[in-house]
């Protein structure tokens, strides 16, 4: 089936391969950005790699066209307050997208001499606990992004970038504790994480801070061990 390096394909050029400063450009020129026609090039490529057919190059092109109208139709219909919903109607357009291209040749396996559906399951599952879960995490919190004084100097003490690759390594651990059927290190985890993490909240006495992290953590967990139960069906 082509649904998985699709998908791989996907996350790969929508998020690790896809630079804030392109987001910014596309978003502040539209159709007039250039990044917003190398976006869509590279993401017909990475469909043409994964499948790795020549004769299956109107699916990337299909692929590449798709993205272009709904990432156009996201940049000039979406505003500051809708924002937020454009970004998951944008994902759920394109994983729709890839959805019917598979239903059309589903009798299709990707480099079955070197890579079978179990190793591009587990693939695809690791890539979206990184950088693509963090998105996901930060687009549906943030709503709720207190911004204090106490807020401000804990970001300005912390390393930069911190919390989003803690939030990707404890994903992935979570993921091998799941995979390995050792559920107990989830719970570990969750441990390790509320001692050092919630006793710099509990200092700076911010009930609204405190929610928000315990919102994030919670989900960024949840999205690792569902994650991790779908690999395992």
């Given amino acids: 089936m082509i649904f998985i390096p699709l998908i791989l394909a996907h996350l790969l050029g929508d998020f690790l391969l896809q630079p804030n400063s392109w987001v910014a450009d596309k978003e502040r020129k539209k159709a007039g950005s250039v ?13 043409f790699v994964f499948l790795w057919n020549i004769e299956l190059w109107w699916i990337a092109a ?6 272009f109208l709904i990432d156009w139709a996201k940049l000039n219909f979406q505003n500051a307050k809708t924002k937020r919903t454009w970004f998951f109607v944008d994902q759920l357009l394109h994983v729709l997208v890839i959805v019917a291209l598979s239903m059309l040749y589903f009798p299709y396996f990707i480099w079955e001499d070197f890579f079978n ?30 911004v204090t004084v106490e807020h401000s100097k804990l970001q300005t003490e912390s390393l930069v970038n911190a919390g ?20 107990e290190g989830v719970g570990f985890m969750i441990a390790a994480k509320s001692v050092f993490r919630f006793s710099d909240l509990a200092e700076a006495k911010q009930r609204k801070l405190t929610e928000y992290v315990l919102i994030g953590t919670l989900l960024s967990f949840g999205i690792a061990v569902l994650t991790g139960i779908l690999v395992k069906i």
């Fill in 164 to 183: 989003k690759y803690i939030g990707i390594l404890e994903r992935l651990l979570v993921f091998v504790f799941i995979l390995v059927d050792h559920w």
């Fill in 62 to 67: 299909t692929i590449g066209f798709s993205h």
């Fill in 117 to 146: 559906s179990e190793s591009l399951k587990l693939i695809t599952a690791v890539v979206f606990l990184t950088v693509p879960s963090s998105i996901f995490i930060k687009t549906l919190i943030s709503i709720w992004t207190p």
């Fill in 35 to 47: 990044y917003l026609y190398l976006h869509i090039l590279l993401h017909t490529v990475l469909a």
